[in-house]
């Protein structure tokens, strides 16, 4: 393994406090913190003793570097995510080796898990499995993609099956629980028409567009 250097929490968050001391001396009032690090713990932790130490101007937080959109999402997640629950953070980016959309779908994605962002659908899925009759993956990203202008928090969940769907789906604002090659469509909780697989999508967002028109 490689000998190097890296910079401990407490040295990251000691170099934060001396520079905003630094931008005071000279006169600087409107200061947005931020501390740059790649490793998700020294991140959170840094973070933590900056405002532990008593900063409280607002403070700019994102995993740096964070690689790739698969694992750049999920470091930034348990990263921004920790900082987020505790309270900390005013700006944030998400860092990802993939096209800048995702970073802010990213971001929203973080926020919405956490309550503090409520102006689009929360779409959950099954993972799929031996039960499955319907294309569960394709069906939810058509979901995500016909209802993405929607600026409301309704709660839709797209099962593969009618052993665990329809409890789903009773606990959303509507839902598809999947049958042999078909689906129960439910709205507010209960089951309302079964359709063909191929028209399910087409039913769900006439059901959501009659609702919110
Ligand atoms: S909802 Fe049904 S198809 Fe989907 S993972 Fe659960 S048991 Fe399997």
């Not at 934060?16 to 947005?32: H, L, P, T, Y």
């Not at 899925?125 to 294309?135: G, K, L, M, V």
């Not at 993405?148 to 409890?167: E, R």
């Amino acid at each position: 393994m490689n000998e190097y250097r890296h910079p401990t929490p407490e040295a990251l968050a000691v170099s934060a406090k001396r520079s905003i001391e630094f931008f005071e001396k000279n006169g600087f009032e409107k200061i947005v913190v931020s501390i740059k690090t790649t490793d998700v713990l020294d991140f959170i932790e840094a973070n933590r003793l900056l405002v532990k130490n008593g900063c409280d101007y607002p403070i700019h937080i994102g995993v740096t570097e964070a690689g790739i959109e698969r694992t750049g999402s999920v470091r930034n997640a348990i990263g921004v995510g920790t900082l987020l629950q505790d309270g900390i953070g005013d700006t944030m980016r998400i860092s990802l080796t993939a096209d800048p959309v995702v970073e802010v779908q990213v971001a929203k994605d973080i926020l919405k898990a956490l309550h503090l962002y409520t102006k689009e659908p929360i779409i959950l899925s099954c993972p799929t499995c031996a039960r499955t009759e319907i294309n569960v993956e394709e069906l939810t990203n058509e979901v995500i993609r016909r209802t993405a202008h929607i600026k409301q928090p309704i709660k839709i969940v797209v099962m593969g099956c009618a052993v665990n769907g329809p409890g789903e789906s009773q606990e959303a604002d509507y839902g598809i629980a999947g049958g042999m090659k078909q689906g129960a469509l439910y709205r507010k909780g209960k089951p309302i028409a079964v359709v063909p697989e191929g028209d399910l999508v087409d039913e769900l967002i006439k059901l959501i567009q009659n609702d919110f028109k």
